[in-house]
């Protein structure tokens, strides 16, 4: 009977524990503990003892009036999770607390909260590892920590989270590897852990998730194969694992099994092998993405038949074979990307069937032939453009002039064909073409009007052709967006236009080199608003973005080549921050105007091979960002010292100027004129004494001779003698003449 006794006393006081634990007044007491240790909780002003604890702001309770929420997204709370825990709040099924500024570890007494279902913590400052405890909470559907410090790795015990539904550990430099344990999660269906620092294999065992829906690894350093296990997941509906180091073939088994796919995207691996067939059983996908692997084979026919199929994105691989005729049936086909791979023969007609294609890119092959006409009128990116050691399209001799048809055109890159004659004047009112890069073709004829008429033009290149003619003056009244002009290696001759050139509020990139311009450089230089900057704050190619339904960004981003000091750079991507002036290979004279080191956010200029003379301006060292600086072959005088010059020690930056002189030449410049001056007198005073030297040996050499001969008998007699026998053989010989 005592022990019976004993287990009712010690229950009662559990229960008694255990109400006065979950009171609400000892709820409102925690809250008020933890928002005391935060700065500037502004957000939780309702949070007082004179409000009902469930009319706290991001409080919610039960029907009982247990707090059973806390959800304080982006609340500006500022602070520790350290006192947050307390056995008052055991009733918490939800901590939301993501977007604050929380700092220091996540306390391993957190896992204490057993009935908690749902914990997002990401995008805060927390550091630390994730504790190991958090297996205790088996009620958790959902652990949200992206976005943070987080180091230590994944621990496996998460694996015993047997309901874990949302495993979100992007955006932290965890390390380690993925663990094996993560296979049980059974009722897992989003798995994101990109970027991630990961440093290991994929886990065969990944292949039992058979709830999974997204698994999105990217931007890790995975390495190894794919494991064929990965068929197994039939749910799947996002892949990603671009931005690794994974090798080896992919699995046709994982296009066998994927009914559900719409998102497969691997780019930027080390993906050997061919697209299987297969892949025309993944019925839904709309997204396929293989760039920037090693890819072979060809591109499957099948592919034509996947009528949700949008985007194709296969550049830089390894691609051979033609671009089969298939690809018109592909009709919602939006992106086409195969630039930079093998693929050669004639486009296929079937390609104007694709009414919805908004870009095109194909640059980088062998094809042939002429370029099918577009039905689509929407179409805005169009990249035909090849490489020097590439094919080109031979049978299109002219500009293919369908193309100024596309009214929503925004970008046009035809450059490195065989393109010739004139670039065609019809009417082109678009108002949407932002790049049209031409260079490298054979074009002639003068500036093309045309080009009048296209007020969102950013990038200009029509280099590398045989244009002639002047720069019309239009060009600065017309092209307000414009930031690249690029017309180098051409025949265009006059003045250059500054005037009109200077009325271009965003030129940061001016190549006018290897033409037949002449006249100096102005002072109206210094109105180049933009390189006058000391930061340039957006890329020189202005990004074409296109929204696509499932929320997928495309960049086309394009590339410009610049020669610099006969080597040719190609600026790519959104990288291309590049600001300067080339105008070398001209007829240019005059002086270099000072007013030209005012743009202080220029990083080259070459005005080499020209005939500049007088000084360089001494300010040109104050250009902070000057990378690059060619001043050779014209008639410079004295080269100024600069900090930034200082970083600048090529010699052949200056050489062949007649008369230059300073570092980093090894020819020493006068200290100023009176050194000169004082150096010409002494010049003068040494060849006046040495023509009196001379004057005064020849006098004293004649005096020693003649008194020889004076005061000695015995010389005087047999000089003479010496004398009249040479007129005696004169004579002699003058007569048998």
């Known amino acids: 009977m005592a022990p019976l006794k004993k287990l009712f006393h010690t229950s009662l006081l559990l229960l008694v524990c255990a109400a006065k634990a979950a009171n609400p007044e000892a709820e409102a007491e925690a809250l008020l503990r933890w ?23 991001g409080v919610a309770c039960d029907a009982a009036g247990h707090v059973t929420e806390l959800s304080l997204p982006n609340a500006g709370l500022n602070g520790t999770l350290d006192y947050l825990y307390s056995a008052a709040l055991r009733n918490l099924t939800k901590i939301k607390l993501n977007k604050n500024i929380l700092a220091g570890a996540i306390p391993a007494n957190i896992s204490m909260l057993l009935t908690l279902a749902f914990l997002d913590l990401g995008s805060n400052s927390l550091v630390g590892s994730i504790p190991r405890s958090f297996s205790r909470l088996q009620n958790l559907k959902a652990l949200r920590l992206s976005a943070n410090n987080l180091t230590g790795g994944i621990p496996e015990e998460l694996g015993m989270i047997s309901g874990l539904g949302n495993l979100v550990l992007y955006g932290n430099p965890l390390g380690g590897s993925i663990p094996a344990s993560l296979g049980q999660l059974q009722l897992l269906h989003m798995l994101h852990i990109q970027n991630a620092s990961l440093v290991s294999t994929l886990p065969p065992e990944l292949g039992n998730l058979t709830s999974l829906k997204y698994m999105i690894l990217s931007q890790n350093q995975l390495y190894g194969s794919l494991p064929p296990s990965f068929a197994r997941i039939q749910t799947l509906l996002f892949f ?171 970008a046009l890159d035809l450059s490195g064909n065989a393109f010739a004659g004139e670039i065609p004047t019809s009417t082109f009112n678009n108002s949407s073409l932002r790049s049209l890069q031409l260079s490298g073709n054979y074009f002639t004829g003068c500036f093309p009007a045309v080009l009048k008429n296209l007020k969102s033009l950013v990038v200009l290149d029509l280099s590398n052709n045989k244009i002639s003619g002047v720069i019309p003056p239009w060009i600065g009244e017309s092209k307000p967006s414009l930031r690249i002009l690029m017309l180098r290696a051409n025949m265009f001759y006059g003045s250059i236009p500054w005037q009109e050139l200077s009325l271009l509020p965003r030129l940061q990139l001016l190549d006018l080199a290897e033409n037949n311009f002449v ?11 933009l390189m006058g900057q000391t930061f340039v704050m957006q890329p020189v190619v202005t990004n074409i973005i296109v929204l696509t339904n499932y929320r997928y960004y495309y960049f086309y981003n394009g590339s410009m080549d610049i ?57 040109i060292g104050n250009l902070k960002l000057l990378e690059s600086l060619d001043l050779s072959w014209n008639k410079l005088t004295e080269i100024p010292t600069g900090s930034q010059l200082q970083t600048l020690e090529d010699p052949s930056i200056y050489s062949n100027n007649l008369g230059l002189c300073g570092p980093p030449l090894s020819i020493p410049c006068t200290n100023n004129s009176s050194s000169t001056e004082a150096v010409d007198g002494d010049h003068e005073h040494e060849t006046v004494w040495l023509y009196y030297s001379v004057i005064a040996g020849t006098v004293f050499g004649f005096w020693v001779w003649f008194g020889a001969l004076f005061f000695c008998k015995i010389w005087r007699f047999a000089f003479f003698s010496c004398i009249d026998a040479m007129q005696q053989k004169v004579v002699h010989k003058m007569k048998h003449t």
Not at 35 to 57: D, P
Not at 520 to 529: A, G, K, R, T, Y
Not at 592 to 597: D, Q
Request: aromatic fraction near 8%; glycine fraction near 10%.
């Open 35 to 57: 928002k005391s240790t935060l700065v500037g909780a502004n957000s939780l002003s309702s949070w007082s003892t004179a409000n009902s604890t469930c009319s706290w702001f």
């Open 563 to 619: 020669i610099w000091k006969g080597r040719e750079y190609t600026f790519k991507g959104r990288h291309a921050f590049v600001t300067g002036i080339d105008l070398s290979g001209n007829s240019l004279s005059g002086e270099i105007p000072s007013e030209l080191t005012s743009l202080k956010g220029m990083q080259f200029l070459n005005i080499s091979r020209n005939n500049l003379s007088g000084s360089i301006p001494k300010d």
């Open 240 to 410: 990603h694992m671009h931005g690794n180091n994974i090798n080896g073939s992919i699995p046709s088994e994982m296009f066998t099994n994927c009914t559900k796919l719409e998102r497969f995207i691997v780019y930027g691996n080390l993906l050997t092998g061919s697209i299987s067939s297969h892949i025309i059983k993944c019925k839904e996908l709309e997204f396929f993405d293989g760039s920037g692997n090693l890819l072979t084979g060809s591109i499957p026919r099948e592919i034509g038949s996947m009528r949700n199929l949008q985007a194709l994105f296969l550049w830089e691989n390894h691609l051979t074979g033609i671009m089969p005729s298939d690809i018109g049936n592909a009709t919602s086909l939006k992106f086409l990307d195969v630039s930079s791979n093998h693929l050669e023969g004639e486009l296929p007609r079937t390609i104007s069937l694709l009414v919805n294609l908004v870009a095109l890119s194909l640059s980088g092959n062998k094809f042939t032939g002429t370029i099918p006409n577009p039905d689509s009128k929407q179409l805005p990116v169009v990249k035909i453009a090849n490489g020097k050691d590439n094919g080109s399209f031979s049978g299109e001799s002219r500009f293919p002039g369908c193309l100024w048809n596309l009214k929503d055109l925004q």
């Open 519 to 529: 006249g100096s450089i102005p002072e109206s230089l210094v109105n180049f608003s």
